[in-house]
């Protein structure tokens, strides 16, 4: 394969990963929000304390190994050792199903004590077991995606992700509405994560069948005579890659699970010692309900919060390739050029959605989840639309250091900003007058801290870094603006409309005038947009110099 070939075949897969990230991140947010209107407060609560558990199992398993697989495959693949990638795909494969049984061991068999310690809600004992089969599935699957990755085919992991959330969103949602009718309200969450589990096993058979038929075409080709290394040293080496990355995702999942369970006790005890609420010797009772409640409002506002961030996708894995190349050819200039245009491009998508969740948190929770308590849920939103901004940047910053080889600062970063969230959350959620509301409050602290810490790195490790600040500015006055006038307009709006026009009229005022401003204060340059698909042609429509 030619190089121009091996560049083509690789941004193409790129972008098949980036486009079905977002579908997938689309499909998330779809099913959520029904969800949330489908289940009681405590209920979501239940389902979103127990998927930090599942999350972080998922981590332990799956973050470095699919990586380290891949490469292991891509490398054997250029030096035509055929036998070296079958006989890596199948210590990967033992590796993955030990891994996803030890995992699925402990779902079931250790549910009981880690719904009562890890998460301080022994209610969500039923919805850790009912994810267990979904931990073994995707650990399974993702020895499969590893080895399609490797021979640079993406489509396999694409196409299974989709079908694992399609699958979700459908038959989570159903089984959801089913379980309630038939079992009652408390077992809603059990039904939608059924629904989860039976994805991955329809994900799972669909990418097995493509490994199967690949295989077959493969048997009948000419045997490979190399000679493939011991599964000891092939294992080592697998290791030695993935480690590291799973070290660095691990770290942002361990820091939420022990968060998740730090608001649930910090809650529990407040509605016992303060309000009087019962909590019986196995941790149920009154004091555990309420608790269960609030953190199942601050878990609806959560799934509005992602939205932002999950639209950095595309973007940071454009970005490590693009300036990877350039500072291969030794052109400082323009690695700062694309990092700033991708810093500038994401933050003039984050910024106005952070911007217009902290102007609108208390309509559009009210909008989406009429049943919801919005004096209590629209300041959580709002709050969180300003940490959605910091995440965005974070993953931003973090591509651009990982582009320059600088790996393990962005780790070191994110534990001391989860240490910030952690004491934050202690002292707030702890305090009878603030309680859930100190959640969000310690998210955001944690990412400004880390934010700070990796502007820091980039400004003094990189030589020519680029300046957040320039990137920031203009989006930032855009999104100012706008966050105004649609705060203005709903109140307006109001006066004479509910609650839902409202908030779609000021939402789409805020949607015109930020583009009004963001053309008038040429925010975005035709370099920005070449980083972007069909850039050019946007450029000529906007009339972008």
Request: glycine fraction near 8%.
């Amino acid at each position: 394969m030619s190089e121009p070939q091996k560049r083509s075949t690789f941004f193409g897969g790129a972008a098949i990963l980036a486009m079905s990230s977002i579908l997938v991140k689309v499909i998330g947010a779809i099913y959520r929000i029904p969800l949330g209107r489908i289940l009681p407060d405590d209920v979501m609560g239940d389902y979103n304390a127990a998927y930090n558990i599942y999350n972080l199992f998922l981590t332990i398993s799956t973050a470095g190994l699919p990586v380290a697989l891949s490469k292991s495959i891509s490398e054997a693949n250029a030096l035509g050792r055929k036998n070296q990638v079958e006989r890596t795909f199948r210590v990967a494969l033992a590796t993955f199903l030990t891994l996803g049984l030890v995992s699925f061991f402990c779902m079931t068999v250790l549910a009981a004590p880690l719904a009562q310690h890890a998460i301080s809600n022994p209610k969500a004992l039923n919805c850790i077991i009912a994810l267990a089969p979904s931990v073994l599935c995707v650990c399974i699957m993702s020895a499969f995606r590893g080895y399609f990755q490797g021979h640079f085919n993406m489509v396999p992991t694409g196409v299974s992700q989709i079908i694992e959330a399609g699958s979700k969103l459908l038959v989570g949602l159903a089984l959801a509405l089913f379980f309630m009718k038939q079992f009652g309200e408390f077992y809603g969450s059990v039904g939608a994560i059924i629904g989860v589990s039976f994805g991955s096993v329809v994900a799972l058979l669909f990418i097995i069948v493509l490994y199967f038929r690949q295989h077959i075409r493969s048997l009948r080709q000419e045997k490979a005579g190399d000679q493939p290394d011991p599964p000891g040293a092939i294992f080592t080496n697998l290791m030695r890659l993935a480690i590291p990355i799973t070290l660095g995702s691990a770290a942002t999942s361990i820091v939420t699970l022990i968060d998740t369970k730090l608001v649930n006790s910090q809650l529990t005890t407040v509605f016992q010692t303060v309000d009087g609420l019962a909590l019986n010797p196995d941790g149920t009772g009154p004091a555990l309900d309420a608790a269960r409640s609030l953190y199942g409002i601050y878990s609806k506002t959560m799934s509005i919060y992602n939205l932002p961030f999950s639209m950095m996708v595309p973007l940071t894995a454009c970005i490590i390739p693009a300036v990877s190349a350039a500072l291969t050819r030794r052109d400082r200039r323009q690695a700062q050029m694309v990092s700033e245009s991708a810093l500038r491009i994401g933050l003039l998508v984050a910024l106005p959605m952070g911007m217009g969740l902290f102007a609108l948190g208390g309509p559009i929770m009210g909008f989406l989840f009429p049943a919801i308590d919005v004096d209590i849920a629209g300041p959580l939103l709002s709050v969180l639309g300003l940490a959605s901004i910091f995440v965005a940047l974070q993953l931003l910053c973090n591509s651009i250091l990982q582009a320059n080889n600088m790996v393990n600062l962005p780790i070191l970063a994110v534990v001391i900003g989860g240490v910030v969230k952690i004491i934050v959350n202690y002292i707030l959620v702890g305090n009878p007058d603030i309680r859930i509301n100190g959640a969000p409050v310690g998210t955001l602290c944690c990412f400004i801290v880390v934010d700070l810490l990796e502007i820091l790195i980039i400004r003094r490790a990189i030589p020519k870094p680029p300046s957040v600040l320039r990137a920031a500015a203009k989006p930032m006055l855009a999104s100012l603006v706008m966050a105004g006038a649609a705060w203005a307009s709903y109140g307006l709006l109001h006066r004479f409309l509910g609650n839902s026009l409202s908030t779609m009229g000021a939402i789409l005022v805020g949607v015109l005038i930020y583009a009004i401003l963001v053309l008038a204060l040429r925010t975005i340059t035709r370099e920005d947009l070449a980083l972007m698909p069909k850039g050019d042609k946007i450029a000529k429509i906007l009339k972008i110099q």
